[in-house]
């Protein structure tokens, strides 16, 4: 089992920074992939960035070059950090975790940009 909780959302102005982070409990040295959704009013839940056990990143089109997945040393808190926000970024932000059987999700963080 793997237990993760987000924190660090709220409200931001547009051009603004938020970094979130992502607690992780439990089962750690099963996990392969920790990755950041997020999911909009109405809309479907979203793929942002990935950071796999060999520490390699990946991001989605929408936010490459403007947010940064990353991790602490002990793997036990997982960050994004988002910077250029924008209006469309507004959503809620979940944390997840892939292992070889199981994958596993937090409560989400609420994230909003808005002037």
């Known amino acids: 089992q793997v237990q993760l909780v987000e924190s660090g959302g709220g409200l931001v102005q547009p051009g603004g920074s938020l970094r979130l982070s992502c607690a992780v409990s439990g089962s750690i040295a099963r996990i392969d992939v920790m990755a950041w959704y997020r999911q909009a009013p109405g809309k479907q839940r979203d793929w942002v960035a990935r950071i796999t056990r060999d520490g390699n990143t990946n991001y989605a089109d929408s936010v490459k070059g403007r947010f940064t997945i990353s991790r602490d040393n002990t793997k036990t808190t997982v960050y994004l950090q988002m910077n250029s926000l924008k209006p469309d970024d507004t959503a809620v932000y979940y944390c997840?975790?892939?292992?070889?059987?199981?994958?596993?999700w937090g409560q989400g963080t609420q994230v909003t940009v808005s002037s």
């Open positions: 997840s975790a892939r292992t070889y059987s199981s994958d596993y």
